[in-house]
């Protein structure tokens, strides 16, 4: 047999391939086999692989993931999240694109797991997605809500649409009359739709900084800190 060739004695390399039926056990084994590079997400007990990412998703992403970074630097108790795995029971590990959590130390619902995953539902989920027909704000809305994360936000590429939802009460939050989304989990962080659909860092970067200054905000920083164990 020539060096290199393959006995048919051998076991084939287990490996994952889309559309996958699974639970998160078998899912996670087999994920930990794969090249460093690859991803996938279990939602449902179904394997889903991401297409490609695309430069408006990644600049609209790192934008957002400042002003979630800026939000929790001021807000000592909560942390920020990106592209981290996330189990949330036995048919679900995903990969969102960021969190914004309140740490378990603070009262948070979440925890670190030993080998350093992030299990149970964080307070916020963002995903970035090209369009509204995407799996983000259908099926993984409805696994997320099922977990018990508490806003979910959407932010579309095409058409540029920002959706923000309280799961608890099963509505869709809407921006005031200045065009700013105001959280109801995290008081203080305030986003402007079309400033971040348009990478205008200007009224962003004014929104939150509003927000970080509100009585409510510093309410919120203290009942943290009350709830620090």
Not at 110 to 132: M, R
Not at 160 to 178: A, E, V
Not at 194 to 203: F, R, S, V
Request: proline letters at 5%.
């Amino acid at each position: 047999m020539a060096t290199g060739a393959r006995s048919l004695e051998e076991p084939h390399p287990v490996r994952l391939y889309n559309g996958d039926c699974m639970m998160r056990e078998e899912f996670h084994r087999i994920y930990d086999q794969m090249p460093e590079d690859y991803r996938a997400e279990l939602i449902a007990g179904i394997v889903f692989e991401p297409s490609p990412v695309s430069y408006g998703h990644g600049t609209c992403h790192s934008r957002l993931t400042y002003l979630l970074e800026t939000y929790s630097a001021s807000t000592f108790g909560t942390e920020v999240a990106g592209d981290a795995t996330l189990i949330l029971g036995d048919e679900d590990e995903m990969q969102p694109d960021l969190m914004l959590r309140i740490t378990d130390t603070h009262g948070g619902q979440s925890h670190i797991t030993e080998y350093g995953y992030i299990a149970g539902a964080p307070e916020l989920v963002a995903e970035v997605a090209y369009s509204s027909r995407a799996i983000d704000l259908h099926l993984k809305k409805e696994r997320y809500a099922l977990a018990g994360a508490v806003e979910y936000i959407v932010v579309c590429l095409n058409p540029k649409c920002m959706y923000w939802f309280d799961l608890r009460s099963g509505t869709q939050l809407r921006p005031d009359s200045k065009g700013v989304f105001r959280s109801r989990i995290f008081p203080g962080l305030w986003i402007h739709e079309k400033g971040l659909l348009d990478l205008d860092h200007g009224p962003t970067s004014r929104a939150l900084e509003h927000g970080l200054k509100t009585a409510e905000h510093g309410m919120f920083v203290a009942a943290l800190a009350a709830a620090a164990q």
